[in-house]
């Protein structure tokens, strides 16, 4: 993953605490693993399950079905925890200028945006050797992506995001998706270039993501279902 200059980020401190889950999740769905259990509840869980954001924290939460099924409305979890989706959406004539890019101040070439509902603004995740950064992005050049790719209006607030890559394209996903990528990275990188193995895995990744998508023209302005 190529570095591009940029002003100084931060830590994500909430994303670290799922990460190794995630991206063992990520790598595949064979080998095994210590078992999980609903962190809410304490049910039993598969290795393939969903999550809930805790508002407060920024903490992704193991959910088990019945918890899914508790929280899976706007209000349902009384602005504590909200059911982060399952739908993911390949964006097909997406826009993204290079000025545009530049703008949104990513050092990377790889980030996740999201629409915070605690600062109200638009924040960008992006994976490193050692873990997910969080940094702000700049609301003009979100408008501007908003203005070009209309769908980006639905965008759900907390829980889903705007995936980029600048070598393979653009998805809406759920949060815990951005959170896997970057758990699988700062697993898999190795020396100053990350290696073979990272890269194989990231593009294992993005494969398995378009396998799980539909696609959508940028321009659909119709609401998830």
Not at 183 to 202: F, P
Request: charged share 25%; hydrophobic share 40%; glycine share 8%.
């Amino acid at each position: 993953m190529n570095r591009e200059p940029g002003r100084a980020h931060r830590p994500a401190g909430a994303v670290s605490g799922l990460l190794r889950r995630l991206a063992a999740q990520a790598r595949g769905r064979g080998a095994s693993r210590q078992a999980q259990v609903c962190e809410l509840c304490g049910e039993a869980l598969p290795d393939v399950h969903r999550h809930l954001l805790e508002l407060p924290s920024r903490e992704l939460r193991c959910a088990c079905r019945a918890c899914q099924v508790l929280f899976d409305h706007v209000a349902a979890g009384g602005g504590h925890h909200v059911l982060v989706p399952d739908q993911r959406r390949r964006l097909s004539g997406f826009v993204l200028p290079e000025p545009v890019w530049a703008r949104l101040g990513a050092p990377v070439r790889m980030v996740c945006l999201v629409r915070d509902s605690a600062s109200g603004g638009i924040v960008q995740f992006y994976p490193s050797p050692a873990g997910a950064v969080r940094a702000p992005a700049d609301p003009a050049a979100w408008d501007v992506l908003v203005r070009d790719n209309p769908v980006l209006a639905e965008l759900r607030q907390d829980v889903e995001a705007l995936l980029v890559d600048r070598d393979r394209g653009a998805w809406i996903v759920p949060l815990d998706d951005c959170y896997a990528l970057a758990g699988t990275i700062r697993a898999r990188w190795r020396g100053l270039t990350g290696g073979q193995d990272v890269r194989a895995h990231v593009a294992r990744f993005f494969t398995d993501l378009d396998d799980r998508s539909v696609t959508v023209p940028a321009t659909d302005t119709r609401s998830p279902a």
